[in-house]
DNA sequence: ACACCGTACTATACACTGTACGTTAGGAGC
DNA sequence: GCTCCTAACGTACAGTGTATAGTACGGTGT
């Protein structure tokens, strides 16, 4: 029987691949088949290495965030928090699949730890107390989960003629005298959804805030 | 042949029993063929009234968005909008199904509008130019949306026990060398995440970044 | 009263999915 | 050369969403 020789296979080799298979056909096309067949291999072969779906989706996770560059340690701490934040968006943005990876499940593996290491490491610095700076890690860290997966929620839907149209219909179907301000602010909605000067806009509120209570 | 009796369904009646299905089973395990079962009838005759899944979560979505409570008329509208959002992670705490159904598709439908206009008017009416009213709504929303949806899936994981068994033991094995600021602080990022204090230390945080910036 | 037609629902089928189970063959160590 | 371990196999199952075609019922026009 025509058997694939041993050992070709690893994790790494499969994370890599999955990746790839995500980011071509999209993250809802993945599936275990697929990325069996690109190696040349039985579906059954990636439980060797993977306990099952979501066990690979973490790996890929992990793999995907070994990528997000350290932080600059020569910098003011507000300046220090904008680049850690901003290149996690990047690195979101680049790769569309983590903001999933990111969304449905806990975090856990040590890549992922590096990067709150980070940031924790920058809060602490500054001077902020164990509960502020916690506090301020979830923060940070949920807002940019939660905008930057808008964002590329919204730029797929504007990709998609079909479904942007009907997104537009639906618009414009609103009655002026029902919606006054959704009417009024459509095409500004529009023009600002997404782009980095989007991002910035939220995250300098969030610093803003954050200064204010600046330890001395 | 035992047929049902004509005009039993309506649009409203499918998406009522999605709804509880959602609810009692988890947003995953929802299936066309579940809510199809529980109506006593065949999974196509959905096809009705919904042109595919992704329709009917669009109905639910709407359906869930009309419980949100307008907004109150009179008040400082930095309360409004603390209590817009406010109302609105309620919203998604009470129907956890709801942080799914507004991630994963874009905002169409009658009740989703309502409640962007009940923000943008607050906006509006505190004398924000078009550009920072709609950059202002995208934000907020973007972060009740993202935080509450990571409280949920915390607050998940915290409930399957062997889940949160090996996120315990990942967090331990991490070494206070390499991760001295996630070790230290890991009991404190416990023990906020999640809560009602987390959520408005977030928001406080982007109001007083706000405030700074109110049109006199 | 009766034929008709649109529509609400059914039946069947297809191409998938993740994964449990049992089997087989390749390489390492003796 | 033999044995053992395990990586990869094949098969199977219980699901999924939905395309397509068929069927019976309710309301309407005559």
Same mark, same amino acid.
């Given at each position: 029987?025509a058997?694939?020789?041993? @050992?070709?296979?690893?994790?790494?080799?499969?994370?890599?691949?999955? /990746?790839?298979?995500?980011?071509?056909?999209?993250?809802?096309?993945?599936?275990?088949?697929?990325? %069996?067949?690109?190696?040349?291999?039985?579906?059954?072969?990636?439980?060797?290495?993977?306990?099952n779906? *979501? &066990?690979?989706? &973490?790996?890929? !996770? *992990?793999?995907l965030?070994?990528?997000l560059p350290?932080?600059?340690?020569?910098?003011?701490?507000?300046d220090?928090?904008?680049?850690?934040?901003?290149?996690?968006?990047?690195l979101?943005?680049?790769?569309?699949?983590?903001?999933?990876?990111l969304? #449905?499940?806990? /975090?856990?593996?040590? =890549?992922?730890?590096?990067?709150?290491?980070g940031? /924790?490491?920058?809060?602490?610095?500054?001077?902020? *107390?164990?509960?502020?700076a916690? !506090?301020?890690?979830?923060?940070?860290?949920?807002?940019?989960?939660?905008?930057?997966?808008?964002?590329?929620q919204?730029? %797929? =839907? !504007?990709?998609?003629?079909?479904?942007?149209?009907? /997104? !537009?219909t639906?618009? =414009?179907?609103?009655?002026?005298? &029902?919606?006054?301000?959704?009417?009024?602010? %459509?095409? =500004?909605?529009?023009?600002?959804? #997404?782009? *980095?000067e989007?991002?910035?806009? #939220?995250? @300098?509120?969030?610093?803003? #805030?954050?200064?204010?209570?600046?330890?001395?």
């Amino acid at each position: 029987m025509a058997r694939t020789p041993r @050992n070709t296979l690893s994790a790494d080799l499969i994370v890599r691949t999955a /990746l790839e298979l995500m980011e071509a056909k999209g993250t809802d096309a993945f599936s275990l088949r697929g990325v %069996a067949g690109e190696l040349g291999v039985g579906p059954m072969a990636l439980y060797t290495y993977f306990r099952n779906k *979501d &066990d690979l989706y &973490d790996a890929v !996770r *992990d793999h995907l965030m070994a990528l997000l560059p350290a932080v600059p340690s020569d910098a003011p701490w507000p300046d220090q928090v904008r680049t850690v934040c901003r290149s996690l968006r990047l690195l979101m943005l680049q790769h569309p699949c983590l903001a999933q990876l990111l969304a #449905g499940r806990p /975090l856990s593996g040590h =890549e992922t730890a590096r990067v709150a290491e980070g940031l /924790l490491g920058v809060l602490r610095a500054a001077g902020f *107390d164990a509960e502020t700076a916690a !506090r301020t890690h979830t923060t940070l860290f949920t807002y940019v989960l939660g905008s930057t997966s808008w964002e590329i929620q919204m730029a %797929a =839907e !504007r990709r998609d003629p079909e479904a942007w149209r009907r /997104l !537009r219909t639906s618009m =414009e179907s609103l009655s002026a005298r &029902d919606f006054p301000s959704v009417v009024e602010l %459509a095409p =500004e909605l529009a023009r600002t959804t #997404g782009g *980095d000067e989007q991002f910035d806009y #939220g995250l @300098n509120l969030l610093l803003a #805030g954050l200064q204010v209570r600046t330890p001395s």
